[in-house]
């Protein structure tokens, strides 16, 4: 077994399916459920990384709703209040990915710590977590809100080490989105890149220490 | 004719066409070259926007170097080194938009000082504004090398106001893309926002003075 002091975890597209509610927006704007969803991510963030670099924080919940506003007017689609307020309940309500209770579960079992570090607001993370009864895993539940910028912003990485309450050489940071763990691997943080669909690892300058293709075998990985 | 004391460009998307590289794409790898052009230059500008919020700065070249390997890698391209370095050329030689030199000329007529500030290196720009033969268009060229941090940190639009040499409030800044426009303005900058492809403004919190289809429509509005 590894000899890690702690696992953090991103949040949305690691132990998140982010794509989740292309099913919901599918049903609201039909035949246009996937493109809705890919631009509304994408938008999303953009603007979390705009917003830091302009020093203009606003919390996850703002930001993922002034994506949506962008996508359906780049898409064409009318979105009414009550359609964009019910779209953006959906990212308070995303699925884990099929395997993340039981991986979880194991590194718990083996006694490791657990932690989420998120672009989310304290209250979109509790609402994520405690929707899908997922609250037994975690011993840290930490919100970039505290520092009021976004990942990859330093600011963040460190938080979570302080939060995690070891030294970044000591804790496992685990996500699926390639710039974030680029940039987690630059701060210090070994690293895991869940790597679901196959793709190139971003060119920026940084390799994380494992590639795994899910939890499941991140589990392994660090239990084995 | 409105009062500017000096107009500063964007260069890529606003005088220069970068999907003017999707032709020689298309040679290279046929059936590809709109989809390679466009994650392209998303992913480029995903990298400026990373490397700064990390504190990584490498200059463009290297940073459209790197995005066109994730590009290809993404797309399944095989490429090979000298076709990394013809394509990564293509960005030295972009075609400016069919109205650029004009509406330039137009203002210059009137005697307002012209400026470039790009996310390009010195020598991009130098070669950029060369190959097209626009040398004669601008008072400034002037790159964020020497902040080392790329649009949109305030750094850039800072260097911008100091090198045009007056108050932020005298000086227009023109732009294609919305995130750069929306950043300027909330620097404090008037911006033209040109939306060729009349698509939605970015929703980040700020409005441009005003959209103008191209340059010739924002050349008129600035001498009527």
Redesign the interface.
Known sequence: MKSFRGIVFDLYGTLYDVHSVAGICEQAFPGKGAAMSQLWRQKQL??T????????Y?NFETVTD??L??TC??LGLMLEDDMARALGDLYLRLEPHPETAEALHRLKDAGIPLGIISNGSHKSIAQVVNNSSMGWAFDELISVEDVQVFK???KVYELAERRMGHGRDQILFVSGNG?DA??AS?FGFPVCWTNRNL??F????ATPTVVTEDLTAMADWVLE
């Open positions: 953009e603007y990384w705009l917003r830091t670099l302009m020093d203009k606003v002034d994506a506003r962008f007017a780049a990859p912003h330093p710039w680029s940039a630059l793709g190139p971003d060119v920026l300058g």
